[in-house]
């Protein structure tokens, strides 16, 4: 498990940090490189869905089992622009391939909805696991990060990536730059991965996810390999399109 080196509320590498929450950390030796407000807890929007995703993989259903994208599993609050369309049948590993790399709710609501004993076990998964990891200031209301009462911190949010790395799954899937959907009876669906960095392969980037909603501002967590180093970035409450991608950006600049 990773254990975390002594931290302070700000460091001079935060000065060219604009999230409002950011914490960059060197995974290998536990040296934090930046600081600010990594223990406050914080709305994290479609983050939740890394743990969404390790709670699929956990269960041990069939991957490759078909699953249909019920209307049930439409997210009113959801605003994205491609969408899975209702009556699409998908195996449950190219849902989850979609709901890490396009963020894509109606495809997470599906996988908690086939979950065995539903969305409600599905959800106290995600809380078990939580707890089981050492998160001690997070929690989940639902599976895809659409409520604002889905919070953590940076720091258990380090944790959460980590975790994460341990799914080769999860590192495939949250880096898959675009994939169509073809199901043979609606006209393909072009997903793309929310993430300019992973798009225009600026980074090594092992894992990572993006999320926004209005109470968690743009969000982005990530781990990448840089100068031989692996490093883990968190980026909360940022305003602005593409800031959080822009202190990405600048941490890696800070590591070479």
Known sequence: ?????????????????????AYVVDVDTGE??????????????SISKLMASIVVLDSGQGLMEPLRIEREDIAQQSSAKWKLKVGTEISRK??????LMS???????????????????????????AKELGMVHTHFMEPTGL????????????LLLEES???????????????SVVDGVHPPQPFVNTNPIVRNEVMDVLVQKTGYIAASGRCLVMEAKIKGRKIAMV???????????KDA???????E
């Open 165 to 179: 790395m341990r799914y080769p799954l999860i590192q495939e899937f949250s880096t898959t730059e675009k994939f």
């Open 1 to 21: 498990m990773f254990f975390h080196a002594p931290v302070f509320a700000e460091n001079n590498r935060s000065n060219n940090i604009h999230s409002n929450i």
């Open 235 to 245: 980026f909360l409450q940022s305003k602005g399109k593409n800031t959080r991608f």
């Open 249 to 255: 950006l600048f941490a890696r600049a800070a590591v």
């Open 147 to 158: 409520s604002s009462q889905n919070v953590s911190t940076a720091q258990d949010l380090i």
């Open 103 to 129: 963020s894509e709710n109606r495809a997470i609501n599906a996988l908690a909805r086939s979950y065995v004993g539903g969305r409600d076990a599905f959800v106290a998964a995600m809380n078990l696991k």
């Open 94 to 99: 190219r849902t989850l391939r979609i709901g």
């Open 32 to 45: 934090v490189l930046v600081d600010r407000n990594s223990s406050v807890i914080s709305p994290i929007a």
